[in-house]
């Protein structure tokens, strides 16, 4: 008899004859600017270290003494014997951080938004929702069993229609992430949260990628928009510009408190070892101390994205330090990708199912590590792989 997972070879084989079997690239060393990926020199596009922290002496410190101090592990779930007072320290600092009135850790952002979403929720509710949104968010909706409505990528006026249609719902959350992870563009913000106030929706954003990037000193969209006290359920990451691991919600105390109770991933996967609470302590400090870190990051991503343009490039209607680079096929996308490996570029190339078919990109993320040479070989080698696969 054949063994019972064969037909999970027969989808393998599919993606080996379009060219589309990809295991990820290793990375040999620590993550950095210019970095050792399978054995070969290149320069970095691909991480989400945007502030070039995930060296840093600073932190680096703080997770050793952590380590020294309080071992490496937490030992179980925070509501069985897992809840560590630098897991409260972390809260703490963040609600500070985010002006609101209390935060929540969970163990990634994924969690965060899966997590959350499934607990504030039920069958009874409507959950309104940007196609793009991380998949952590649909994952959540789905647990929910809420009814899920799609709008067009930050269409507002298709947006309050699914609201409109909504009304008779027991609860409705509206929700959108901050910075869309793979267009590097910004939610219409204000005017979302114009449209929960005017139907009285919960609204939730996902700020994974503007953690540490948009706002003073990196607090995310609410605050680059000043929307502090108007949007109830905000997510961030710890994994991405704070460069360690991590996902946290941030809103009122009733939340926090309600999620203590309901959230499975907090109930039912262990806290975060000490060293990672730690590092991420000193993380949030060290953006509030230093936000010139953040200004490196933005003129960098100045540089980058307008060197991009000037080659001739499609960059999409990135916002942020994440730069598209469209091609559409997804295997040309591919080629592009190998290409620019081979000319010491390492920017990954994105495909369907993460973004959708015919819109097949090579993603770029720089960080406030990268000097201007190294962005300046980085766009040689566009220049030459584009030419080379007639982009440009
Ligand atoms: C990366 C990401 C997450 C998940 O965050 P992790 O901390 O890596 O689990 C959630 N939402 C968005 C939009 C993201 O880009």
Request: aromatic residues 6%; neutral net charge; proline residues 4%.
């Amino acid at each position: 008899m054949a063994h019972p997972l064969t037909y999970l070879e027969d989808e393998l084989r599919d993606l080996r004859e379009r060219g589309l079997f990809r295991w990820p690239r290793l990375l040999e060393g620590p993550q950095e600017p210019v970095a050792r990926y399978d054995g070969r020199e290149v320069i970095n596009l691909c991480s989400n270290n945007y502030l070039g922290l995930a060296n840093h002496p600073v932190l680096k410190d703080a997770a050793r003494q952590a380590l020294d101090a309080l071992g490496v592990g937490s030992g179980a779930v925070r509501t069985i014997a897992g809840n560590m007072a630098i897991h409260r320290q972390v809260e703490d600092e963040l609600a500070r951080f985010k002006h609101t009135e209390a935060t929540l850790l969970y163990q990634s952002g994924f969690t965060a938004n899966a997590g959350t979403v499934s607990a504030i929720l039920g069958k009874d509710d409507v959950i309104v929702s940007d196609e793009l949104n991380h998949a952590s968010i649909i994952d959540g909706a789905r647990l929910s069993g809420a009814a899920k409505k799609i709008f067009p990528h930050k269409d507002v006026t298709a947006a309050r229609a699914l609201l409109e249609e909504s009304r008779g719902a027991r609860h409705v959350l509206l929700i959108t992430d901050g910075v869309f992870s793979m267009d590097g563009d910004i939610a219409p913000l204000p005017a979302l949260v114009a449209l929960a106030e005017e139907f009285g929706a919960i609204m939730m954003v996902d700020d994974a990628h503007a953690s540490g990037v948009l706002g003073s000193a990196g607090r995310g969209t609410v605050d680059h928009f000043h929307l502090h006290g108007r949007v109830h359920v905000q997510v961030g990451t710890l994994s991405k510009a704070f460069a360690c691991q991590g996902g946290y919600v941030a809103g009122s105390q009733t939340l926090v408190d309600y999620l203590i109770h309901r959230a499975r991933p907090l109930l039912f996967s262990t806290s975060h070892p000490p060293s990672v609470a730690a590092t991420a302590l000193a993380a949030v400090r060290l953006v509030q101390q230093q936000p010139e870190i953040i200004e490196r990051l933005w003129d960098n991503t100045r540089f980058f994205k307008r060197g991009l343009g000037q080659l001739g490039f499609n960059t999409g209607m990135s916002e942020t330090p994440i730069t598209p680079v469209i091609v559409g096929d997804e295997v040309r996308a591919l080629e592009l990708s190998d290409r620019l490996f081979a000319h010491g570029v390492f920017a990954l190339s994105i495909a369907f199912p993460t973004v959708p078919r015919g819109k097949a990109r090579v993603r770029t993320i720089v960080t406030a590590g990268h000097t201007q040479d190294q962005l300046r070989r980085a766009l040689d080698a566009f220049e030459r792989a584009g030419r080379e696969l007639h982009l440009i």
